[in-house]
């Protein structure tokens, strides 16, 4: 739980001053400044309200601000004031059903809710020592995900995929069927057209009675994208201690990635891979980090990860796939042959299926898995008609169940499943393959055409 006594070391008294003494970029110079990074401040302007910005960092004797709006009006020598020093956020139940900006505001017209308690925006994650096993599945609502790729109650997974794949669509089936308390929703970086989109059409009433939607355009400053991501993990760690078992979905941290970059090169950090600075790769592992189990309750997290050029292997991609708990790959090929949700069974993985499922649901996805393989490895030779049948019975096999199989992995968006629903159409899906298998003598010729 957050311990207010523990930010009285870190408070400063709020009447610092200096001023600007220059622009370079996206940033301002302040002189005679020493705010901490982190701080927030306050632009003055000759006209207009002050321009609300934050310290990222030092060069030249200067204090470097990153503007948290627009710096129209700002001139040489405007005053600088400090506001606040340990960043934090009001909280409620009563924010359930909003949908609130990366600062907390209501920006679905509504009024503002009664919040009584206050949280600081950025905690440490759950001691690793004090982090229970994960031992029970959450159902997520997508049948290819419950049975093949079942995710645990704590567990971190990553969807990736490319643009115009299918992901909102996925992430709204699995934030209208889920089985969790509480749905805590990041939209980052998202075009403003398509936030109301996805409230109206992907999560529906019944998904935003039990949400809170965060969302910060990609029109916004770098600054408040990121702190948009900070602020729904913090949400999240709200009502996991309350008791609840939450599921968080993130979309996007790449966008989310994109931002620190921004940030970053800013303050002048030096470009690494790609043009990602240091801090993005240390910042990815300590926002992720804070999801998961803890002994008061839980935090199953969902990050969407957008892949340039459906290369699932450029920087930040790479980066995330190893540190999160699986990761769900969405196929374009799949997406092209209208097959929804797109998920590429083959290429994805959960790495606590083994410890979450039954047996015989194990045994199942394994032959699905197994049938699945073998026609994608003999599928040229299937499509140009080379390939003679009884050659091998695990192909003759995966060539006779392809269509039901393909029919149990496609999902209307309109129909939900349940983990235990998911895992007996799996079962008996398994059975009438095992049966379609059937043991043949290979002679010469056939291995030749094999």
Do not use: W
Request: hydrophobic content about 40%; some cysteine.
């Amino acid at each position: 739980m957050y311990d207010p006594a523990s930010q009285l070391a870190t408070i400063m008294p709020t009447g610092l001053t200096g001023s600007i003494v220059r622009t370079e970029g996206l940033t301002a110079a302040v002189a005679g400044f020493p705010a901490p990074v982190g701080a927030l401040v306050e632009i003055e302007r000759q006209a207009g309200r002050p321009v609300e910005a934050e310290v990222i960092g030092f060069r030249d004797k200067t204090t470097l601000v990153y503007p948290l709006g627009e710096m129209t009006g700002v001139r040489h020598g405007n005053r600088v004031r400090l506001t606040r020093t340990v960043r934090t956020m009001r909280m409620g139940n009563e924010l359930l059903g909003r949908v609130i900006d990366a600062r907390g505001t209501a920006i679905d017209g509504k009024p503002e809710p009664l919040l009584t308690e206050r949280v600081p925006l950025t905690r440490k994650p759950p001691a690793a020592i004090d982090r229970p096993r994960i031992d029970r599945a959450l159902s997520t609502g997508v049948k290819a995900i419950d049975s093949l790729l079942t995710c645990g109650i704590g567990q971190r997974l990553g969807i990736f995929s490319g643009a115009g794949v299918g992901k909102s669509v996925t992430l709204g089936m699995m934030t209208r069927y889920t089985s969790a308390d509480v749905i805590v929703i990041g939209l980052i970086g998202e075009r403003g057209r398509e936030v109301n989109e996805f409230i109206e059409r992907d999560l529906g009433p019944q998904g935003l009675a039990r949400s809170v939607v965060i969302v910060a355009t990609s029109d916004e400053p770098a600054l408040i994208r990121v702190q948009a991501a900070q602020t729904a993990t913090a949400v999240a760690e709200f009502f996991r201690d309350a008791g609840k078992n939450v599921l968080l979905i993130m979309d996007s941290l790449t966008r989310f990635a994109l931002a620190q970059r921004e940030i970053g090169l800013a303050a002048g950090e030096p470009p690494t891979t790609r043009g990602y600075p240091p801090s993005v790769f240390a910042m990815l592992p300590r926002l992720v980090e804070r999801a998961g189990r803890s002994s008061r309750g839980s935090i199953t997290a969902l990050y969407s990860v957008l892949v340039e050029g459906d290369d699932t292997s450029e920087p930040v991609a790479d980066t995330v796939r190893g540190l999160l708990d699986g990761h769900i790959i969405l196929s374009r090929k799949l997406a092209a042959q209208a097959h929804y949700p797109a998920i590429g069974v083959l290429e994805s993985i959960s790495r606590l299926f083994q410890d979450i499922t039954p047996p015989e649901q194990r045994t199942a996805a394994q032959t699905i898995r197994e049938l699945l393989s073998a026609y994608q490895d003999h599928e040229d030779l299937i499509s140009i008609g080379a390939y003679r049948q009884g050659a091998n019975p695990t192909v003759d096999a995966a060539i006779a169940m392809r269509d039901e199989i393909s029919k149990f992995l496609r999902q209307n968006v309109n129909d939900g499943c349940t983990v235990e629903s998911a895992r007996k159409e799996l079962v008996a899906l398994a059975q009438r393959c095992v049966a379609a298998r059937k043991p043949v003598s290979v002679t010469p010729t056939s291995r030749r055409q094999l």
